[in-house]
């Protein structure tokens, strides 16, 4: 196998490990928004429950994307949309927001896409 082979099949491997890495984190993510814990933190973003429990679908369906090779970068690109509304949400729209985390899930998502945006291709090439 030559250098060139092995580095492609390493960055592969790696970009899999952040791939699994953020679907778990995001499917957990989106699975606590169905509990009681963020009623409070909707309430103050100010468009209601339902928002709530879009984003909690729209993480889930994306983190699970995330994991099927055919999907994945579309999924990834998916996410950097929900993730960058995340970021507003938390700088402009919460008193005490937090954006560090999803600014941090939203460059993991950017990274996937981008490296995996042969698939966004594939998927587009064939509509």
């Known amino acids: 196998m030559s250098e060139a082979k092995a580095a492609v099949r390493v960055g592969n491997v790696v970009l899999w490990i952040l791939q699994v890495a953020l679907a778990a984190y995001i499917i957990y993510s ?10 409070k933190k909707f309430d103050e973003i100010g468009f209601g429950q339902w928002l709530r429990y879009v984003t909690g679908v729209l993480e889930i369906a994306g983190g699970l994307g995330l994991l ?19 970021v507003g949400t ?27 945006r042969d698939t966004i291709k594939d998927l587009v090439s064939r509509s």
């Open 68 to 86: 099927i090779p055919r999907l994945c970068g579309l999924a990834a690109l998916g996410l950097v949309g929900v993730l960058a509304g995340a």
């Open 30 to 39: 989106g699975y606590t928004l169905f509990g009681d814990n963020y009623v």
């Open 90 to 116: 938390e700088l402009f729209l919460l008193a005490k927001g937090g954006p560090m985390l999803p600014a941090i899930l939203l460059a993991a998502a950017a990274v996937i896409a981008w490296f995996r």
